[in-house]
């Protein structure tokens, strides 16, 4: 078990850890507490917003963006710099913050979710100074004309629990980078390392209320950027049940948004495909962040020819995973989030069974001196595709297996359910893992891999698992603005 950082140590020990807005920390009018789930002890207590809370940084974020509008790009991109250079100072800090309110290992953190928020950072920065927000355009009748790209305005940006730092750095980047100012609700379940990321923007010296850091619970605070003027576009990143609600409220109220919601990735694994490299790759998606990543594989159909094989492999790589509090640096999985997600993951477990899947390996709730918190092992389920196991993301380490005879009926279980995020094809014939990838009906299609993220590679979605330009692109940070023609005709 690592030693806390004395950095981590002083910012879990304020009582409690302020929320914040307007260039000020605030201790609001309520607070709550956040656990670790590794042993379900108290992390810290936090300072609560409530919704006239979230109003007043909202007008703060309007006032602000009176002026960061007119900030120029390389502006904007020194300071998104700067925030990348303090982050990389204090790595070690928000990696244990992952670690110990997420529950993932530290590793994991220090080696993905710090360093590729960092990339995120730096990458918009650049991005933002490469565009051409105005164009100008030559039409007959024109003495001059031209699109300006735009930002809106205040962003409202709602966060889930399962990759805080990097979902947030995702999200705000590129909306900063074009020039609005931004308010976040983060989760309430892991709201740390956002407070803290807040700590280091101000250290970067971004001006009072262009960035704000508002934890609370969704209904409250969530719901006044929905319905708050001055919050010109919502970014919700969650379940595809809230995100219904949210693009319910922003369609009532004219509001451009902005979806990215839950999955139920699917993989095909061909009977010409390496199935060593097929069982290691998956093994570590339904292992990665104990399961719970929106566009992992959690649906896998194997062909009848190779499913033997496959599952002695995988299960031969679930054997070898060290699950450990995400404090110990040989952690490979930590436990669930929640008390809450445990109960929904065993709930779907028992649920499955009852439907008739057999369980082939796990299934059982770890508890012992060393892991008392929300520990339970990888599962692999089987059985037909009608099974709520095989049709609803369950968000924990547990995969469901089904059996395909050719590409056409393994295209037909993929595409069986609403979810569009990201499925994956595992084949030795390059044609046909792109015959198949262009099938699979989803934001991304990966080929001999899962979970394959890079700048400049769109990840997007579509039908229930979101709508807008995705991420870590050029097309996310134009979702951040709105086009305006200006035209002058020529005289008569
Ligand atoms: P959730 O939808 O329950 O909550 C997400 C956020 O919405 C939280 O901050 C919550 O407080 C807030 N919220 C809840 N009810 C609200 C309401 N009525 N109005 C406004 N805000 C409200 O999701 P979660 O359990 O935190 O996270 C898990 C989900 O997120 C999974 O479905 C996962 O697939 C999805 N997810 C999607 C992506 C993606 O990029 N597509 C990334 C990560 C997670």
């Known amino acids: 078990m690592i030693e806390t950082s004395a950095k981590v140590q002083a910012f879990l020990g304020q009582s409690p850890v302020p929320f914040y807005s307007n260039g000020a920390w605030m201790s609001g009018s309520k607070s709550m507490p956040v656990e670790n789930p590794a042993d379900k002890s108290s992390l810290a207590t936090i300072a609560k917003a409530v919704a006239t809370d979230a109003e007043q940084a909202i007008e703060a974020a309007h006032i602000a963006f009176q002026s960061w509008q007119d900030t120029t790009p390389a502006e904007r991109a020194a300071?998104?710099?700067?925030?990348?250079?303090?982050?990389?100072?204090?790595?070690?800090?928000?990696?244990?913050?992952?670690?110990?309110?997420?529950?993932?290992?530290?590793?994991?953190?220090?080696?993905?979710?710090?360093?590729?928020?960092?990339?995120?950072?730096?990458?918009?920065?650049?991005?933002?100074?490469?565009?051409?927000?105005?164009?100008?355009?030559?039409?007959?009748?024109?003495?001059?004309?031209?699109?300006?790209?735009?930002?809106?305005?205040?962003?409202?940006?709602?966060?889930?629990?399962?990759?805080?730092?990097?979902?947030?750095?995702?999200?705000?980047?590129?909306a900063l980078a074009a020039g609005n100012t931004v308010v976040i609700k983060p989760s309430e379940v892991t709201p740390l390392s956002t407070l803290y990321l807040a700590k280091l923007a101000e250290e970067a010296g971004f001006p009072a209320g262009v960035i704000?850091?508002?934890?609370?619970?969704?209904?409250?605070?969530?719901?006044?950027?929905?319905?708050?003027?001055?919050?010109?576009?919502?970014?919700?990143?969650?379940?595809?049940?809230?995100?219904?609600?949210?693009?319910?409220?922003?369609?009532?109220?004219?509001?451009?948004?902005?979806?990215?919601?839950?999955?139920?990735?699917?993989?095909?694994?061909?009977?010409?495909?390496?199935?060593?490299?097929?069982?290691?790759?998956?093994?570590?998606?339904?292992?990665?962040?104990?399961?719970?990543?929106?566009?992992?594989?959690?649906?896998?159909?194997?062909?009848?020819?190779?499913?033997?094989?496959?599952?002695?492999?995988?299960?031969?790589?679930?054997?070898?995973?060290?699950?450990?509090?995400?404090?110990?640096e040989d952690s490979q999985m930590g436990p669930l989030v929640s008390e809450r997600q445990l109960k929904t993951v065993n709930n779907y477990i028992q649920q499955g069974q009852e439907q008739g899947a057999e369980m082939v390996y796990g299934g059982k709730n770890i508890s012992d001196a060393e892991r008392s918190g929300y520990f339970v092992s990888p599962t692999l389920l089987m059985g037909s595709v009608e099974n709520i196991c095989f049709r609803e993301e369950i968000f924990g380490p547990v995969a469901y297996i089904t059996i395909f005879k050719d590409d056409a009926d393994a295209l037909r279980q993929v595409n069986s359910l609403d979810y569009g995020l990201a499925n994956s094809v595992w084949t030795g014939n390059n044609d046909r893992a792109i015959a198949i990838a262009k099938k699979m009906v989803s934001g991304n299609s990966w080929v001999n891999a899962h979970n394959v993220f890079a700048y400049g590679l769109p990840y997007g979605a579509c039908s229930a698992s979101g709508m807008g330009g995705g991420v870590n692109s050029r097309e996310t940070m134009l979702d951040y603005t709105r086009n305006l023609s200006i035209a002058e005709p020529e005289e008569e």
């Open 79 to 174: 300071l998104l710099r700067k925030l990348a250079d303090l982050c990389e100072r204090d790595a070690e800090e928000l990696s244990q913050l992952e670690a110990l309110d997420v529950g993932k290992p530290v590793e994991n953190a220090r080696g993905f979710d710090v360093p590729f928020g960092i990339e995120c950072l730096r990458y918009f920065a650049d991005l933002c100074e490469q565009e051409k927000f105005e164009t100008p355009l030559a039409l007959d009748g024109m003495k001059q004309a031209r699109t300006v790209r735009l930002p809106y305005g205040v962003v409202g940006f709602i966060f889930p629990w399962n990759f805080p730092l990097t979902l947030c750095q995702w999200g705000i980047a590129p």
């Open 212 to 328: 704000n850091v508002l934890p609370g619970e969704g209904p409250e605070v969530g719901t006044v950027f929905t319905r708050h003027p001055k919050v010109r576009f919502v970014s919700f990143t969650g379940s595809s049940r809230v995100g219904r609600l949210i693009g319910e409220a922003c369609g009532a109220n004219l509001k451009p948004v902005k979806l990215e919601l839950g999955g139920k990735g699917a993989s095909i694994i061909c009977d010409d495909a390496n199935i060593s490299a097929a069982a290691a790759g998956l093994a570590g998606a339904i292992t990665l962040n104990t399961g719970q990543v929106c566009c992992t594989a959690t649906r896998w159909i194997v062909h009848e020819s190779v499913a033997s094989e496959f599952i002695e492999k995988v299960k031969g790589e679930l054997d070898k995973v060290l699950i450990k509090a995400g404090m110990h």
